[in-house]
């Protein structure tokens, strides 16, 4: 993110990049954009941050208390995680805020090469 853009604070980078986690666990394998996938389960105290700040909504409206509700992202919440995780909706290449590359994986790839693990006996 840019030096001149709003800083968010350490409770809101931390759910957003549990939305990221999210999306690209669960909700690329089935065509959900970033705004359709329900990207955050927890607490209303843990979600409240972003909440308050606008990026996060309850996926039922009205966030139940005491138990774990799902949150979807907002029209605001969309932007900023498009700016933190540009190219992270691509579902041939991932590009996060380090730069880092990553090709994705599924637990349902095939084996990846036929060598055998090197605890194998």
């Known amino acids: 993110m840019n030096s001149d ?4 604070g350490i409770a809101v980078d931390r759910i957003m990049e549990e939305a990221r ?12 954009s970033v ?9 209303p105290s843990e979600y409240r941050p972003a909440v308050e700040a606008g990026y996060m909504t309850p996926l039922h409206g009205k ?3 005491r138990v774990l509700n799902w ?3 907002t029209d605001r919440g969309v932007e ?20 880092l590359e990553v090709e994705p994986y599924s637990i349902h790839d ?3 090469n036929d060598e055998e693990p090197a605890c194998a006996s």
């Open 71 to 73: 949150y979807l992202l």
């Open 5 to 8: 853009e709003p800083r968010i």
């Open 35 to 43: 705004a359709e996938g329900w990207l955050g389960l927890g607490m």
């Open 80 to 99: 900023l995680y498009r700016r933190m995780f540009p190219g992270s909706e691509d579902g041939s290449r991932r590009k996060y805020r380090d730069g």
């Open 110 to 112: 095939e084996a990846r």
């Open 63 to 65: 966030a139940t208390r």
């Open 21 to 32: 986690r999210r999306y690209e666990s669960f909700a690329i394998r089935y065509d959900k």
